[in-house]
């Protein structure tokens, strides 16, 4: 099996999913049996106190991971979400789609707080630096950074960066790294 696996778990709570090859499709491993078959990504807040996941068709779903209670769906993305993180401290979610943009939504109530400029191609990176106060995003030919407070882009590397796999902002803010599925 391919496991997709929420990166930030606390001491209490696991979030897992799977996706079973010979059926072609992301199957959940515990208490997401009724979970649309479109599972792409994964995340937990570092507080336990919401569970995210990002699906194919472009929506966005919320648990309780305590007892799997579904408390918020959202349509993110026209096309699919292919990332998504949590802020460290709960307050955003990040989402990387299929419509060249990354979002961020506030984690209470599913509104858009921030959305990106158009990147050249499909988002497939978000990360959040540990502190919370700069967010990395995507594509396959660029990554940019933003300072949350007031969504100022800080940093653009064009044609220079491919990342249509993952970003992440070095702890100590001195650099961020992208890399490709290949």
């Not at 009724?34 to 994964?42: C, D, E, Y």
């Not at 648990?63 to 799997?68: A, R, S």
């Amino acid at each position: 099996h391919n496991w997709i696996v929420a990166d930030r778990p606390s001491d209490s709570c696991v979030a897992l999913a799977y996706d079973q090859p010979s059926r072609n499709n992301p199957q959940d491993s515990s208490w997401l049996p009724l979970h649309p078959t479109n599972l792409t990504a994964i995340d937990m807040a570092s507080s336990s106190t919401v569970l995210c996941t990002g699906m194919s068709d472009g929506r966005v779903k919320l648990f309780y991971p305590w007892d799997g209670t579904l408390s918020r769906i959202f349509h993110a993305h026209n096309g699919g979400v292919f990332d998504i993180m949590v802020s460290p401290d709960a307050r955003y979610i990040a989402t990387a789609g299929g419509d060249r943009r990354i979002k961020v939504w506030n984690a209470e109530d599913g509104t858009l707080a921030y959305q990106s400029p158009a990147f050249g191609g499909n988002t497939y990176g978000v990360a959040f630096s540990d502190d919370g106060a700069y967010l990395a995003g995507s594509s396959n030919s660029q990554v940019r950074l933003w300072r949350v407070n007031g969504w100022q882009e800080e940093w653009t590397s064009n044609n220079v960066a491919s990342a249509n796999g993952d970003v992440v902002i070095d702890p100590q803010l001195r650099w961020v790294a992208s890399a490709r599925n290949n």
